[in-house]
């Protein structure tokens, strides 16, 4: 079968989409340019894993990729879905797909929210890739990209190395169209063998997690690989690449009923720490809505609990926005 794997090239009109780090003091400090507007897209060829790698390693501090590709033709505009006009295309799953053949499946391995007894588990099988392959260990011959985060090995002088177990992993498989069924199967083995558990949000909302993040199997998904943009002195020590050529994977089986257990024990275990981060979140939130607010705190409460079952909010309900301000849902809502 001969290979067509493509990826998209995002590029940003004008605001980075990389970290950047800076001296401040004793302190280096990350910034995390992400927002992207308006620029465009543009199909590039990934038949190979150096292909793959030559392209990632080519992109600047306004690029970031996606393993989908448009739906219509091999380059666009990109703008907002409210602006799309032309031929221009929003970032959306109006535009882009997976199509149907090979492409590169991401593995985004991230251990910010990892108990310790899994981080154990982890190390006691070799690290985040030899635990990737003890549950897909079909991979271990398909055509493969590892690259480190671009966190890692960040300093300065007289400065301590910052360190990121972070990676992001690129797999060559048979039908990326199943990319998030390869990323919920390998999730379901995950629970079978100690390498997946369940974070808390802030509202005591269960957020289960694993060594295989399924969220990022989404084809207009941007995935940031360009380089960090480095303030001086701040430098960027050597972190190579593993690229491999090999195999693509199919869609491995799932043991369903193994895994379901391991999930429902995780979430058994963890229910009383939730119940008490709930209650915490609730009253801590009905408080400040019955101080900005002036309701009195039983009502303000009794939102508070509407609002996290989904029920529908009266206009006077006050919602914390993204920057931080509080404001009234009617006033919110424009």
């Not at 070799?126 to 890692?152: C, N, Q, T, Y």
């Not at 498989?173 to 199943?178: E, G, L």
């Not at 972190?239 to 058994?268: K, N």
Request: proline share 5%.
């Amino acid at each position: 079968m001969t290979n067509t794997a493509r990826i998209t090239v995002f590029t940003s009109d004008s605001a980075p989409l990389c970290k950047r780090f800076t001296l401040k003091g004793d302190t280096i400090a990350k910034d995390s340019l992400a927002q992207f507007y308006a620029g465009k897209a543009e199909t590039a060829p990934a038949a190979s894993a150096a292909e793959l790698n030559a392209t990632l390693d080519q992109l600047d501090h306004r690029q970031a990729i996606a393993t989908g590709v448009l739906k219509r033709g091999g380059a666009s505009s990109i703008t907002t879905a409210a602006k799309v006009s032309g031929g221009a295309a929003a970032r959306s799953l109006k535009y882009f797909s997976f199509p149907k053949g090979q492409g590169w499946l991401l593995w985004d391995y991230d251990d910010k929210t990892m108990p310790a007894d899994v981080q154990a588990r982890v190390a006691s099988l070799g690290g985040p890739f030899a635990a990737l392959l003890h549950i897909w260990p079909e991979a271990k011959d398909a055509a493969h990209v590892i690259r480190p985060s671009s966190s890692d090995g960040i300093t300065a002088p007289n400065r301590a190395e910052l360190k990121s177990a972070g990676l992001h992993g690129f797999f060559l498989v048979q039908d990326v169209a199943q990319s998030r069924a390869i990323l919920d199967t390998l999730q379901a083995r995950a629970w079978e063998a100690g390498l997946a558990w369940f974070a808390l949000s802030a509202s005591g909302a269960l957020l289960e997690r694993s060594i295989v993040d399924t969220a990022v199997g989404s084809p207009e998904r941007l995935i940031f690989e360009a380089p960090p943009i480095l303030d001086a002195p701040v430098i960027r020590l050597p972190r190579p690449a593993i690229v491999s050529e090999g195999v693509a994977l199919a869609c491995p089986a799932s043991p369903l009923e193994r895994a379901a257990q391991s999930r429902d024990a995780a979430r058994d275990a963890i229910k009383p720490k939730a119940e008490k981060v709930q209650i915490a979140y609730i009253n801590d939130r009905a408080t400040i809505a019955a101080e900005k607010t002036g309701n009195p705190w039983k009502d303000a409460y009794r939102a508070i609990v509407q609002m996290m079952q989904g029920a529908t909010l009266s206009d006077d309900h006050l919602l914390q926005m993204k920057g931080g301000e509080w404001e009234n849902l009617c006033f919110a809502m424009g």
